[in-house]
């Protein structure tokens, strides 16, 4: 809204109030004062709908339900970011590292027109780690051939991941950032992470079967899930658990790898089981023993396990 129209100064007690207009210039006449309030505008990213956050190593999609970035667990709101094709970034079609991408948004156009123009940037942030990686654009302006419509082109940092055993796709908060300021409209961009296990980290990643046998009981329980590894860090979910204490699978886990040693928390219903063993130096297999806390389901039960990968993502 300009602060002058044609006819009489629209400026009144600091708002924008147009008083006169002239009739050759504007289709009507207003015989007394309408105030228009007038907003400091922002950058704010063109929304998109929602979408869940999607694991390469459960592609059967659990949907937002599960609560975890690396179950699909999250949903996440999707702002208009396209890759250099023109396809929108979303969980089925995530970004990669090192790639350009185009955000598309409003709002920009009060620090285009400073003189000279301020600097725009943009800072993504992990979702749940809050690590901030400070991205250089390329390019910011208005989008040719569109009214009122910005563009900021942007490389993901290649350095952005850190070394993982599994694919995975982390979700990245995107601010734009300008004199200081940070503007969100609090959506996200997927980043897909392709597994690069560090050198001399064995490598559990996959789909594994595992069997257990309880030496307090007598019983035999059968597990099929997924690992997925980051580093030295293990975490995922049985999908088919043959245990009383699990009515509804699936039952999660996370864990840790030193050298061959391989520990696991599996948590059954309410109560926790503790997993302990070696890996084969290539990783297709493990063994060990278990015991479980006195109370509930596992009422102190303990015996012995052994799992085979049948397949490496």
Known sequence: MPQNVPGQNSAYNGSASIIV??????????????????????????????????????????????????????????????????????????????????????????????????????????????????????FVGLAPGFVGLDQINFQIPANIFQPTCSDQELEFFTYVVEGGMEYSSGTSIPVLIPANCPAGTINMAGSWQLTANSSTFGLRFEADGQIIQMGNSLSGQFTTLTSPCVSHPPATFTGTLSGDAVILNVTEGEQVVFFSGTVSPDGNSATGTYSAPSGGCTNADKGTWSGIRVSIP
């Open 21 to 138: 207009a002239n009739t050759s210039n504007l289709p009507f006449v207003l015989s007394t004062p309408l105030p228009i309030r007038v907003l400091p505008w922002y950058p704010d990213i063109f929304l998109l709908g929602s979408d869940c956050s999607f694991d390469p190593a459960f592609p059967s999609g659990a949907g937002c339900s599960l609560g975890g970035k690396n179950s699909g667990g999250y949903s996440f709101l999707r702002g208009a970011i396209t890759d250099t094709a023109g396809q929108i970034v979303f969980s089925g079609h995530p970004a990669t590292a090192g790639s350009y991408y185009t955000i598309w948004l409003t709002g920009l156009g009060q620090f285009l027109s400073d003189n000279p123009p301020s600097l725009v940037t943009l800072n993504l942030y992990e979702s749940g780690k809050g690590s901030k990686h400070q991205v250089n654009a390329s």
